[in-house]
């Protein structure tokens, strides 16, 4: 993910990672692995018979909303004291959920938000108190819990 590029020398953090997947249980577990066992046995067969096996999965999902949820855990050292945190994201429609994080983004914008001249990533100009906020009111789910 390139909004991830140098954020850890910009936040002093040793361990930084992250994972996305998921497109359904059958495409995940069934198709792609068994994408990779073919691929080791004969490319051009893996390519045949996996092509349409993803195609029909994804055809036969045609009109579902994908659901997103993004978890956050991170620990730290805040003011001398360790600190755990897990933040949860969460939305019944993906697409609508990217377009929320934009208009939250916006709202900064065009609001008091003061920015210099250039090319910026989202997670590294915005207040995220008031991202956060904002995102709630238009529907997603937030929640944050100190662990």
Same mark, same amino acid.
């Given at each position: 993910m390139k909004e991830m590029y140098g954020l850890e020398k910009e936040l002093g953090l040793r361990d930084a990672g992250a994972y996305a997947g998921g497109f359904s249980f059958y495409i995940d577990n069934v198709a792609? +692995?068994?994408? %990779?066992?073919?691929?080791?046995i004969h490319v051009k067969l893996a390519q045949w018979v996996c092509s349409r096996l993803?195609?029909?999965?994804?055809?036969?999902?045609l009109?579902?909303?994908p659901k997103v949820e993004m978890i956050?855990?991170?620990?730290?050292?805040?003011?001398?004291?360790?600190?755990?945190?897990?933040i949860i994201?969460?939305?019944d429609d993906g697409f609508e959920l990217t377009a929320i994080a934009v208009v939250a983004l916006l709202n900064q914008y065009f609001g008091k938000l003061t920015i210099k001249p250039?090319?910026?990533? %989202?997670g590294q100009m915005v207040e995220?108190?008031?991202l956060f906020q904002d995102i709630e009111k238009m529907g997603a +789910?937030?929640?944050i819990k100190s662990l």
């Amino acid at each position: 993910m390139k909004e991830m590029y140098g954020l850890e020398k910009e936040l002093g953090l040793r361990d930084a990672g992250a994972y996305a997947g998921g497109f359904s249980f059958y495409i995940d577990n069934v198709a792609f +692995s068994l994408a %990779m066992i073919l691929g080791k046995i004969h490319v051009k067969l893996a390519q045949w018979v996996c092509s349409r096996l993803l195609f029909h999965a994804v055809k036969n999902r045609l009109g579902e909303k994908p659901k997103v949820e993004m978890i956050l855990k991170a620990k730290g050292v805040k003011d001398g004291t360790e600190k755990i945190v897990e933040i949860i994201l969460s939305s019944d429609d993906g697409f609508e959920l990217t377009a929320i994080a934009v208009v939250a983004l916006l709202n900064q914008y065009f609001g008091k938000l003061t920015i210099k001249p250039g090319v910026h990533i %989202m997670g590294q100009m915005v207040e995220e108190k008031t991202l956060f906020q904002d995102i709630e009111k238009m529907g997603a +789910s937030l929640q944050i819990k100190s662990l």
